[in-house]
């Protein structure tokens, strides 16, 4: 049987979705300042709706990850390459699911989430975190600001990360002339 030289389907499409999920995400939330006054609460909650479901499909990604191996990096790569690859992606995969996380557990302590239910995509009730609601409002308020701390660095790291994935994936493709994004390109050939 010929070596496996690129990630499943089911891992491409993963790949592919989430990355377009959150690219689509950041932006909805950071040009927020610049919508009209009544587009602000329609983008925080579509907001708010793409993340659970990026949190959805990153655990799903995990589980296939666990369960399907991945192809082998390609022999040229040294140790530290090798090392520095496999750290980055561990990264990824954190943030991936820190990202969303951490926005819903500032969502849940936010002080008006009991008055304040957040609906999926405006089609049925999601719930917030019930411990975290029922923390005593002056505490709660304190997790509020860390809880939204966390969301934002997170997201710094984020774009580091990106950055140095995208730029080592270059560096295979076009300077070690690696067969590099056809290993994750929908419908490329190994
Ligand atoms: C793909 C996952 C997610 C990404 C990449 C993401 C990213 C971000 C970023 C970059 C910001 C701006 C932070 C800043 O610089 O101040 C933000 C704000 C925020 N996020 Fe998320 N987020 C995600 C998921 C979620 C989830 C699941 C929730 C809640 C259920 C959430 C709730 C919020 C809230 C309430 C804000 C503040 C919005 C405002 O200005 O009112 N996020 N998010």
Redesign the pocket.
């Known amino acids: 049987m010929l070596p496996q030289t690129r990630y499943t389907r089911t891992a491409i499409a993963l790949h592919w979705v989430i990355a377009l999920?959150?690219a689509v995400?950041?932006a909805l939330?950071?040009l927020?300042d610049r919508y009209p006054d009544d587009w602000v609460r329609p983008a925080?909650d579509t907001?708010?709706s793409?993340?659970?479901t990026?949190?959805g499909l990153v655990i799903l990604r995990i589980l296939w990850r666990f369960t399907h191996r991945p192809p082998a990096m390609p022999g040229l790569y040294g140790a530290f390459e090798r090392f520095a690859a496999h750290a980055a992606h561990g990264v990824l995969y954190l943030l991936m699911v820190l990202?969303?996380l951490s926005?819903?557990m500032?969502?849940s302590a936010w002080k008006d989430a009991g008055t304040h239910p957040?609906y999926l995509f405006g089609l049925f009730e999601w719930p917030r975190i019930g411990w975290i609601m029922a923390i005593e409002p002056t505490l709660k308020e304190t997790w509020h600001t860390v809880l939204?701390g966390v969301?934002?660095w997170a997201?710094y790291v984020?774009y580091a990360m990106f950055g140095l994935h995208v730029l080592g994936a270059l560096k295979h493709q076009f300077l070690d002339g690696e067969r590099e994004l056809q290993r994750m390109w929908p419908g490329a050939r190994g």
């Open positions: 999920l959150m995400n950041i939330i950071l927020v925080v907001h708010k793409i993340g659970i990026v949190l990202l969303p926005g819903w500032h969502d957040m939204g969301h934002a997201g984020l």
